[in-house]
């Protein structure tokens, strides 16, 4: 498609639509009998830093009779080449219009993405609405977090795939491949998918009042997530594509497990991941060789949802040192647990570049945290701090969450007085006046599916910027502190799509209409026009965000089953209100929420010779 | 693709050919790499050119071998050549570069393209002005001008020149073209064209220009 080129100098940053990175992997069309695009809803730069694609691309690739090739949400400056000349949107390896493929699939990792689908679907040339596409048009499959209520989705979507999905996709693929052979339609296939664990295929259910119900008797009332129950055993990319242009986090990634038990009160990731499941040393030393040798990445980031907490860190640690590489390499962690194991950890890492730190305390108080169930002392916060700034960092970066349920102005002010005592400590640990920076990073509690506080209702908009003003009064006199926020209407429109139902959907095509776009991105995000879109659909927003919904009723996503069971949120819910925290069951005592026994899995550590799965099957 | 980004893949191919490339010190070693000039963005390189700075005595045959099968597609290692240590840096050298631009303008004639041709070259001085980041100032574009010539067939046009590089300044390839369009009344922007670099040069006995490999 030389019609390519010739866009290219017209748009900013051209390398994010040329494809032929190193170790991309272009096949040959007409050899291949399934053809999938996979999509993320954001431009090349985040979407490249997204481990999940780069394991799905292996995934499919490796397969002889499968493709998967990239597209990415244009940027608008190229959005507006597109349309202007009558380009469908096209892949990245073959440069062929999306609507070609077999199958388009969209990670769905973020709410305020949803317009760039439907952005992405446009620029295809695909109809929107799911009924109104024929035979000859893509599937369109979902999966990611956002996949756990996919809802205010559901009529532009085939598919959603709950879960893991290094599985997942295979069965797709092999059962497209058997159907299309037989001369199958796309309703067949996905009639016999809707069967299977994992696939949610959103026409064959109704909404019938807020929950959700299936339309024939062989189609099930709950779907449940897939599970890979043995990450050793599940296929890695040691070839990931490497992008032209710097991504948002430009290093080598290995995955050390997946699932947290930790069990924060207000996370998402924490409820739908688990149970954990680590890999082992042995497997992770081997893979990262393999992603560095084969990628010249001099930086490896060692991920999960709490990499601190891997039983077997100092031995991976040990082993990675131990690998002879030809060039110098830096490993990282994507985050720090708040304490000063933690800290030593980061430290023996650095190899003497201090830039900053990060810790998440999430909440000012030890009420709130207890609340939350954020297992972090002001004492470990402190002791943490001091270990950093004795070890020479100058500059940590603390994450707050404020409007969290229970909250009140004395655990805004808490936020205050944990900032001043750490800066109180980087004093007394002697770091020069000017160069002691504290950078305090504040977020607004937006409930999610699936986790103990879906049932609470986010505070108001005049509230949380009530809240952060106080905030600010409260650390104005403060020259060392940086103090930065998510913007709370973009919260809220997290929170109206987290807890939403089909009835969003009209709102969220009237929205693109209006031209919604990278709403993620605050220089295209404009609440007036989700306003507008609002009113036209006839929905009301908050009545998804600020109401409390109640336990008795039926939840969007109740048909979606995360293994988590309910029984355990509402439990959850309520220790919260007591102040009640609950352990780690890694720990070794089973805490009863219900995903072992549900999914047929336990918690798999790397560690020698614990068995936490003795413990786990009482519950 | 930007300068910055070309340097950064060329150290991740560096360190994937593991070539006994020579390090910077500091907290955050990179491998010793300069290249000759930046490409800028959305100019096509047909013969850039690298300083590598090896630990080792190699084989030219033997560095193209390897670091050949790191570069991504798009990115072809033309040759490699050993350069004494003691010798300038590539950087320090270039005066000069060649560039081609490739496009079509509706009407154009042969002879409209050679007179307009004439003109900028029998001009005196090309005032223009260029906006950077700290604002437009006007600039005399004449004497980075060395070469100019112009080819058309149909509508078909292609601009070879010769123009300053380095760090007595730079002339850009689109701002000829645009000199170009202006000076011929040709409807077209500098936008429609595609530009390569074809080569880079340096000095030799005075102001004269020659290809630096």
């Known amino acids: ?90 892949t990245l390896e073959s440069h062929r219009p999306v609507k070609d493929f077999d199958i388009l699939a969209i990670t769905l990792q973020y709410e305020l993405t949803y317009t760039n689908i439907l952005n992405l679907l446009d620029l295809a040339g695909i109809p929107l609405l799911a009924r109104e596409r024929g035979e000859d048009k893509p599937l369109v499959v979902g999966g990611g977090p956002c996949a756990f209520n996919p809802e205010p989705l559901a009529p532009f979507f085939d598919l959603f795939v709950l879960g893991d999905g290094e599985e997942a996709v295979h069965e797709l693929i092999d059962l497209w491949r058997e159907v299309r052979r037989q001369g199958g339609r796309k309703q067949d296939f996905l009639r016999e998918l809707a069967r299977r664990p994992g696939f949610y295929v959103p026409s064959l259910y109704r909404q019938e009042g807020k929950g959700v119900v299936p339309l024939h008797p062989d189609v099930p009332a709950r779907v449940r997530k897939r599970v890979v129950a043995d990450l050793d055993q599940a296929p890695f990319p040691p070839r990931p594509v490497v992008p ?67 039983t077997c860190l100092l031995p991976l640690l040990a082993g990675l ?15 720090l647990r708040v304490d000063a194991f933690a800290v030593g950890v980061a430290e023996g890492l650095t190899a003497g570049r201090k830039s900053s730190l990060t810790f998440a305390p999430e909440a000012g108080t030890q009420r709130l945290r207890n609340v939350i169930n954020k297992k972090v002392t002001e004492e470990d916060l402190l002791r943490a701090a001091e270990a950093a700034f004795k070890a020479g960092w100058q500059r940590l970066k603390l994450y707050f969450m404020i409007g969290l349920p229970t909250e009140t102005e004395e655990d805004i002010k808490g936020i205050g007085e944990l900032v001043r005592a750490v800066l109180a400590v980087g004093e007394r640990c002697g770091v020069p006046h000017g160069r002691l920076r504290v950078a305090v990073s504040v977020a607004c ?115 979606l089953d995360a293994g988590v069971s309910k029984k355990f949120l509402v ?10 925290t609950t352990p780690d069951c890694r720990e070794g005592k089973c805490v009863g929420c219900g995903v072992c026994p549900s999914l047929g899995v336990r918690p798999v550590l790397a560690e020698e010779g614990r068995d936490v799965s003795l413990s786990t099957g009482l519950s | 693709m930007g300068h910055l980004d070309l340097v950064r893949l060329f150290e991740q191919a560096l360190r994937r ?48 071998e390897r670091l050949a099968a790191a570069l ?113 009344g040709f409807a077209g922007e500098p936008e429609d064209f595609l530009y390569y670099r074809t080569a880079l040069f340096a000095k030799s006995q005075g102001e004269r220009l020659v290809p630096l490999f």
């Open chain 1, 1 to 90: 498609m030389p019609a390519v080129e010739e866009l290219l100098p017209r748009v900013s940053k051209p390398a994010r639509y040329v494809g032929g990175e190193y170790n991309s992997v272009r096949k040959n069309w007409d050899e291949v009998e399934v053809k999938i695009a996979f999509a993320f809803p954001d431009v090349y730069e985040v979407g490249m830093s997204y481990l999940g694609l780069q394991i799905l691309y292996h995934a499919v690739n490796s397969r002889p009779d499968a493709l998967l090739e990239r597209v990415f949400a244009p940027w608008p400056d190229m959005e507006t080449l597109l349309r202007s000349k009558g380009i469908p949107l096209f």
């Open chain 1, 244 to 310: 032209w242009v710097e991504a948002v986090h430009d290093r080598a990634m290995i995955e050390v497990f997946r699932g947290c038990t930790r069990g924060c009160r207000f996370c998402q990731a924490g409820m739908i991941y688990r149970p954990v499941r680590e890999r082992t040393v042995p497997i992770l030393v081997r893979q990262g060789e393999e992603v560095i040798r084969h990628t010249g990445y001099d930086e490896l980031s060692l991920t999960s949802l709490s990499t601190v907490d891997y």
């Open chain 1, 321 to 335: 040192k131990k690998l002879r590489l030809s060039h110098p390499l830096t490993v990282s962690l994507p985050s």
């Open chain 1, 445 to 559: 509690f937006v409930p999610k599916a699936h986790t103990p506080f879906q049932w609470e209702p986010q505070i108001s908009q005049e509230e949380l910027r009530e809240r952060l003003r106080l905030l600010q009064t409260e650390l104005r006199r403060e020259k060392r502190v940086e103090l930065s926020w998510h913007e709370p209407r973009m919260s809220l429109l997290e929170a109206v799509f987290a807890r939403g139902d089909r009835n969003l959907a009209p709102a969220l095509l009237e929205a693109w209409r209006r031209g919604c776009r990278f709403d993620g991105w605050r220089e295209h995000f404009s609440f007036p026009r989700w306003e507008e879109a609002f009113t036209a659909a006839g929905v009301d927003p908050y009545a998804y965000a600020y109401r409390r919904y109640a336990y008795d009723e039926v939840l969007p996503w109740d048909h």
């Open chain 1, 571 to 580: 439990a959850e819910h309520q220790r919260a209100y007591r102040g009640e």
């Open chain 2, 17 to 64: 050919s593991a070539l006994p490339v020579v390090y910077s010190g500091g907290f955050n070693p990179r491998p010793r790499l300069v290249f000759a000039a930046p490409l800028p963005v959305g100019v096509r390189g047909l013969g850039e050119l690298v300083d590598v700075y090896l630990s080792s005595l190699l084989s030219p045959a033997l560095i193209q």
């Open chain 2, 72 to 184: 991504p597609q798009g990115l072809a290692l033309v040759g490699v050549r050993r350069v004494p240590l003691e010798a300038p840096a590539l950087a320090s050298l270039v005066a000069g570069a060649a560039y081609r631009a490739e496009g079509e303008l509706a009407g154009i004639t042969p002879k409209e393209a050679e007179a307009a041709r004439q003109a900028i070259l029998k001009a005196s001085s090309l005032p223009w002005q260029r906006r950077g980041p700290e604002g437009a100032k006007v600039v005399d574009l004449r004497p980075g001008i060395k070469q100019l010539q112009v080819e058309v067939k149909g509508e078909r046009v292609v601009l070879e020149m010769l123009v300053r590089a380095g760090q007595e300044g730079n002339v850009r390839p689109e701002e000829v073209v645009a000199l170009f369009l202006k000076t011929g």
